[in-house]
């Protein structure tokens, strides 16, 4: 990470985390910079792993997902060789589509989309129960997303 972040690379960041599609143009007008100077920060906040990459936001409604479960797992042994088994077949499953390694009774918080209720019941039968070393798991299901974007706020 760049030492410290200054005024301007905190307003660059805010900017992109509004719309990553900015031309550098935009992006330095909306910043008051210049296009070349412009880039070259945004390259060190890449570079630094500041910016870890940049992805479009899609709508899991628009494309079927009617239900988003929040799902605690507990594990049965916790062993680095069990926890490294479990989260590598994680990465592996596309309907979970965030994972936590939490503090508390329960090892693991996942966010997991499916296209209604019965086919979440499904997929916690024969995916999620069938994980190894998958002792109990409890789900929570969403209402509504109240704050569906993940903007991370940059301090200072």
């Not at 069990?82 to 979970?96: D, H, K, N, T, Y």
Request: proline residues 4%; hydrophobic residues 40%; charged residues 20%.
């Amino acid at each position: 990470m760049p030492s410290t972040l200054d005024r301007t690379d905190k307003a660059l960041l805010a900017a992109l985390q509004g719309n990553a599609r900015l031309t550098v143009a935009e992006l330095a007008e909306s910043v008051s910079l210049t296009t070349s100077p412009c880039w070259r920060r945004v390259k060190i906040l890449e570079e630094s792993g500041v910016i870890t990459g940049y992805q479009a936001i899609l709508s899991s409604r628009e494309l079927g997902y009617g239900v988003t479960a929040f799902v605690s797992v507990m594990m049965a042994s916790h062993s680095q060789e069990v926890a490294r088994s479990f989260e590598q077949r994680l990465l592996e499953i596309p309907e979970i589509v965030a994972c936590h390694n939490v503090s508390g009774r329960y090892d693991f918080l996942l966010e997991v989309v499916a296209t209604d209720l019965e086919s979440f019941g499904e997929f916690a039968r024969e995916v999620l129960q069938t994980l190894p070393a998958v002792k109990e798991i409890y789900s929570s299901f969403s209402y509504k997303s109240v704050k569906p974007r993940r903007v991370i706020p940059v301090l200072g």
